[in-house]
């Protein structure tokens, strides 16, 4: 009897076992796939960059996926015409197609709501067909001359000048405009008319009234034609001669440059401004007198400062108006500016280093008070020696920046091999030499290796499982 339950259940067995198999090869399968494709995208992708490298872009058709770049970027050929306007056929009958169908989904009984609707779709087409024929006018250069086009609209010719024709329009419409506003200020005279004239103060009231609003009404006016006169004068080419306009101001005849009117009222205003503030100095004086001699001592001492800050960049301004900069050494607190910028002289560059040889000195002595403070009693030998190799690091870091720059500016710069840890420049950057592409090219046979090991181990793992 058991012999008997053992081979019927043997076929069972098997059968769960080729079950099993199946779904673990399609899983292999499936991730093979998956690994294939990761490495055909990595491929691809270097042969389009080494076919930039070798100079032979855009001619790399061999590469799988390339997409040749357009060989007339921003010009529209006859072919890419032709293929616009075939697409633009497709596109009408699809419209023409959506709108029988909206038209059939959407049947009015009425013949005033079709009509309405039919001259939408008309609007809609013509609107759609003047943009492209002012865009085809465009393209084959023909624009401006576009007036077969609906709905045309030529630019202005002159752009930024003003013609006779439309100086004499600009003044038609001043007339309307002044006519209007006229007829506007009489309506507003009925409006507010005023019916009591019995009384003399209403009467003088009145009479104010109308004057100060006559006034405003004038004034109004006057500014309105002094601008106005203004853009005229500019018009017609008499700018700055325009002393006829009111309320005119010439402009600066000589901008940016102080001729020695404007120095002489410059010094004059300055002196009215001197004592206006000593002025200013001596009310305050009398207002806080102060006991004490040393606040008072104190007080004028902040003023003299005050005086001499204050004609000290007067003192520069002048020097540089009048063409002695950067010889102002009469100015007080005047520091010259650097004779040589952008250049280490040999005076500056041992100066540099005298400075570094204080700040090494300084570094050491704090080295030294903080070993003092933190001496330990343990391990004493491990500790300093540790603290020892730090500063050394340290040390060795800063020399070896310095080392670099003063490699630079002596001009020796790449030749810095003497520069502890200095690594040369690329000799060719932007450019991968023959040396360049077979190390890129080890480089990636390296990595195909690793992950062909990779694919390898996680496939023995995988079949490791299913085998379970």
């Known amino acids: 009897m058991r012999s008997f339950l053992f081979f019927l259940a043997l076929p069972l067995a098997s059968a769960f076992l080729a079950i099993k198999d199946s779904s673990a090869e399609k899983s292999c399968v499936a991730e093979d796939s998956k690994m294939r494709s990761a490495f055909q995208n990595k491929l691809a992708g270097i042969c389009e960059d080494m076919c930039k490298e070798v100079g032979a872009y855009p001619q790399c058709a061999q590469c799988p996926g390339f997409v040749a770049p357009d060989s007339t970027p921003g010009v529209m050929t006859w072919d890419e015409l032709l293929e616009h306007m075939d697409n633009l056929v497709e596109w009408g009958q699809g419209e023409i197609k959506g709108w029988h169908s909206q038209a059939a989904k959407l049947i009015q009984t009425q013949t005033e709501s079709c009509v309405v609707s039919d001259l939408k779709h008309r609007l809609a087409v013509q609107n759609k067909m003047a943009g492209i024929c002012e865009d085809m006018c465009k393209e084959v250069g023909a624009y401006p001359q576009c007036a077969q086009c609906p709905g045309f609209v030529a630019p202005d010719s002159t752009p930024g000048v003003m013609t006779w024709d439309e100086l004499l329009e600009h003044m038609d419409n001043l007339v309307e405009w002044g006519q209007g506003e006229i007829k506007g200020w009489k309506g507003q005279a009925a409006k507010f008319l005023q019916t009591q004239h019995n009384s003399k103060v209403v009467a003088t009231t009145d009479e104010k009234s109308c004057v100060s609003a006559d006034s405003k009404a004038r004034v109004a006016f006057q500014n309105k034609l002094a601008g106005i006169c203004e853009d005229m004068c500019k018009e017609v080419g008499a700018y700055p001669q325009c002393a006829q306009c009111p309320g005119f101001v010439a402009p600066d005849s000589t901008p940016g440059v102080m001729t020695w009117d404007e120095l002489l009222e410059h010094m004059d205003n300055l002196v009215a401004w001197g004592q206006g503030e000593i002025k200013g100095w001596r009310s305050q004086a009398a207002k806080f007198l102060q006991t004490k001699e040393g606040s008072c001592m104190s007080n004028d001492l902040k003023h003299r400062a005050a005086v001499q800050n204050r004609m000290a960049g007067i003192c520069e301004d002048m020097c540089k108006e009048v063409g002695a900069y950067p010889q102002c050494a009469q100015c007080p607190g005047f520091v010259a500016p650097d004779s040589t910028p952008g250049v280490m002289t040999w005076d500056e560059l041992l100066e540099h280093m005298d400075n570094l040889v204080e700040w ?109």
């Open 360 to 468: 090494g000195q300084g570094e050491l002595k704090g080295w030294r008070s903080q070993a003092a403070k933190f001496i330990q009693t343990s391990n004493s030998n491990a500790a300093c020696s540790s603290e020892d190799l730090q500063h050394r690091v340290q040390l060795q870091n800063k020399l070896a920046g310095i080392c670099e720059d003063m490699c630079k500016e002596v001009g020796a710069y790449p030749q810095c091999a003497q520069c502890p840890g200095f690594v040369a420049p690329d000799s060719t950057p932007g450019v991968m030499t023959w040396s360049e592409l077979l190390e890129h090219m080890d480089n990636l046979v390296g990595w195909g290796q690793g992950m062909i090991k990779d694919w390898h181990s996680q496939a023995a793992k995988l079949l490791q499982i299913h085998a379970h």
